[in-house]
C-alpha cells in the first residue's frame, strides 16, 4: 500500500506559476510515479511521468516539468505559462510494480492515486 498526498494547487492568472507535490508514504519511489488530471466535464487524462525522464502530453510539453526526489518520497510537478484551459483537479499516481526509463501517461499503469489539488487558471 502506497498513500500519495497532493499540495501546491491554487487559483492563478494565465501566464503565472504553481508546483505541484506529492508526498508518498514510502522509504522511496523508485518505480513510475505520474501526474493526471481531471476538468469538470472530461474524462481524467495523463499530463506527465517519469521513470528516470519525463513523459508529457502533447498539451503541456515545454510548459510543465515533472521531477522526483527518491530519498524524499516526492513527486514534482513544476507549471509554468499556465492556460485556461489547465483548470482541473491534478492527482499523482503510483506504480511500484513498474520500473522503467520513461514511465507511460496511461491509467492502467497506476494503481495507487492521491486524492487530488484543484488547479485554477483564470483568463
Known amino acids: 500500500q502506497v498513500q500519495l498526498v497532493e499540495s501546491g494547487g491554487g487559483s492563478v492568472q494565465a501566464g503565472g506559476s504553481l508546483r505541484l507535490s506529492c508526498a508518498a508514504s514510502?522509504?522511496?519511489?523508485?518505480?513510475?510515479m505520474g501526474w493526471f488530471r481531471q476538468a469538470p466535464g472530461k474524462e481524467r487524462e495523463g499530463v506527465a511521468a517519469?521513470?528516470?525522464?519525463?513523459t508529457y502530453a502533447d498539451s503541456v510539453k515545454g510548459r510543465f516539468t515533472i521531477s522526483k526526489d527518491n530519498a524524499k518520497a516526492t513527486l514534482y510537478l513544476q507549471m509554468d505559462n499556465l492556460k485556461p484551459e489547465d483548470t482541473a483537479m491534478y492527482h499523482c499516481?503510483?506504480?511500484?510494480?513498474?520500473?522503467?526509463?520513461?514511465?507511460?501517461?496511461?491509467?492502467?499503469?497506476?494503481?495507487?492515486w492521491g486524492q487530488g489539488t484543484q488547479v485554477t487558471v483564470s483568463s
Open positions: 499516481a503510483a506504480a511500484p510494480s513498474y520500473r522503467t526509463s520513461r514511465c507511460p501517461t496511461r491509467q492502467n499503469v497506476y494503481n495507487y
Open positions: 514510502a522509504s522511496s519511489i523508485n518505480y513510475c
Open positions: 517519469i521513470g528516470n525522464f519525463g
